[in-house]
């Protein structure tokens, strides 16, 4: 029935998809906001119809553009026979332009009296507005499947999803304006890369004709961000997106930005003296403020305050002392780690290094309480190869993990920057992944070459914008901040 209606419009000579732009004045809701300063003015407006009501020789549409919606009043009279015939037969997400002067009904409601109305592009497909019952607004597009793999029709029909990703473009904006003011420089670095490192994760593969050979897309931004230390650049960042052959999960997504900073001749205190200042700033521009209230996956929520500084600093052995009732001695081997692991039903089998069961209680036992900003430092060395040891603990490492609203946001290290450590490091992964550790991290001459040539004392920091915004609006799935997530093929 749309086909045959556009195909009349064009018999008519009318086709609306020949119109290339339409000149607007104002916006929908920046009318009816201030309704007083706009009254008898004439502005043109664009949008969507989202609503019709006919009243014989008139009739109301609702027309909604980014910023809001406004009523349009249309009468007979005032266009003519032939153009109010063709306004009746519009639909519901057809797209139109709207000239006229701004006025109020008798109820009180700002509404545009149209003097012009064109059809700028024909909405061929029905769209869910949801209804209003008994003054109450049901949602027509709740499917989180139907959202995720349409998003543009999610769009249409929820704001909501709209301004998420409005305050997540703050957040980045946010984050990139404050390094650059702290003297950071943002590069770009490699996607395709023959030796995927800096993440335990497992890469994706493609191949590249030309050269006839196998390269795996970047897990993580770590690598070529520490050459170019070496190289000269004192202060470097990057926001990019990264990709890890691995679950979806409401935590998880295996497309997804990563924004990573290394820093000269700092530590990881100054990480966390950046990471508060940083996290703090992200806030205010997603809210105004640096309270705000965060929702966890459970359902509960709690108020937090970034600006109370500083946060709390919890090494991860006693985490799991003070959570989890376990001695740090029950965790000295890993024959008295598989008894603890027996009371936690963890499966040793499947976490082959006494590091790996480390990080698998802390995040059972620990993480699920860490509502309020914490840095968990002291990482195991198996599990952090790229981090110096920490000085008297050769077992442990100078590294911290950011929680907030029990969601681990950012990793940072005071980096490994000796060479023939760091050699030793990799080959003892390449030994896990020999033992079955599919995300063990691996060897990278080239790299080590590069720390050969000298690499100065550097604090490096990396965080998952993704869940980052997840946590500072509310959400509990990271598909929500996404743009486009990544969805089942649908055949």
């Known amino acids: 029935m749309r086909i045959q209606k556009l195909e009349a419009l064009r018999s008519e000579g009318y086709d609306p998809f020949a119109i290339e732009r339409y000149d607007r004045t104002h916006f929908a809701g920046s009318i009816v906001e201030n309704a007083p300063r706009h009254m008898d003015q004439q502005v043109r407006i664009a949008g969507r119809i989202t609503a019709t009501r006919a009243m014989g020789k008139a009739m109301f549409l609702d027309v909604t553009d980014e910023t809001g919606k406004i009523q349009v009043y249309v009468r007979r009279d005032d266009l003519g026979e032939q153009a109010y015939a063709r306004v009746k037969s519009f639909d519901i997400g057809d797209i139109v332009g709207v000239g006229g002067h701004v006025f109020q009904t008798r109820t009180g409601e700002t509404s545009i009296h149209a003097g012009e109305i064109a059809l700028l ?6 769209i869910p507005m949801g209804k209003d019952v ?3 607004k049901h949602a027509a597009l709740t499917d989180v499947e139907v959202r995720h793999r349409h998003r543009y029709l999610d769009f249409i029909v929820n704001p909501e999803s709209r301004d998420l990703l409005v305050k997540r473009s703050r957040l980045i904006t946010a984050v990139r304006r404050f390094l650059d003011d702290s003297g950071f420089v943002e590069v770009e670095t490699p996607v395709l890369q023959a030796v995927a490192g800096g993440a335990a994760a497992r890469p994706f593969v493609t191949h590249h004709n030309a050269l006839d050979a196998d390269f795996k897309l970047r897990i993580s931004l770590e690598l070529p961000l520490k050459r170019l230390i070496v190289g000269g650049f004192p202060r470097v960042y990057e926001i990019g997106r990264v990709f890890r052959n691995e679950g979806v999960s409401p935590r998880h997504n295996p497309e997804f ?8 001749y700092a530590d990881l205190d100054d990480m966390m003296d950046l990471v508060e200042r940083m996290y703090e700033a992200a806030c205010i521009a997603v809210h105004g403020s640096p ?3 965060a929702r966890m996956a459970d359902g509960h929520e709690a108020e937090i305050d970034l600006s109370a500084r500083p946060w709390r600093r919890l090494s991860i052995l006693d985490g799991i002392h003070e959570y989890g009732g376990v001695e740090p001695d029950d965790l000295a081997d890993l024959s008295s780690a598989h008894r603890v692991c027996e009371r936690f039903g963890i499966d040793p089998a499947r976490e082959p290094s006494l590091g790996g069961i480390i990080e698998k209680l802390h995040e059972q036992c620990v993480q699920p309480h860490l509502v309020q900003p914490t840095f968990i430092t002291d990482f195991p060395v198996e599990t952090s190869p790229l981090a110096k040891r ?33 050699r030793a490091r990799f080959e003892d992964q390449v030994r896990q992944h020999a033992l079955g550790n599919e995300e063990a991290h691996p060897m990278d001459e080239d790299f080590l070459m590069a720390l050969e040539y000298g690499m100065p004392p550097t604090g490096g920091l990396g965080v998952g914008m993704d869940r980052l915004a997840m946590v500072l609006t509310g959400i509990t799935s990271i598909k929500e901040v996404i743009a486009f997530p990544l969805v089942r093929p649908d055949h």
């Open 121 to 126: 592009a024909k909405c061929l497909r029905p």
């Open 390 to 422: 920490k000085p008297g603990c050769p077992h442990l490492t100078r590294r911290f993990e950011v929680y907030m609203a029990t969601q681990e946001l950012g990793n940072a290290f005071s980096e490994m920057n000796d060479p023939i450590e760091q």
């Open 134 to 136: 008994d003054g109450v």
């Open 257 to 264: 930005t990563l924004m990573e900073l290394y820093q000269a």
């Open 291 to 293: 309270v705000f209230r």
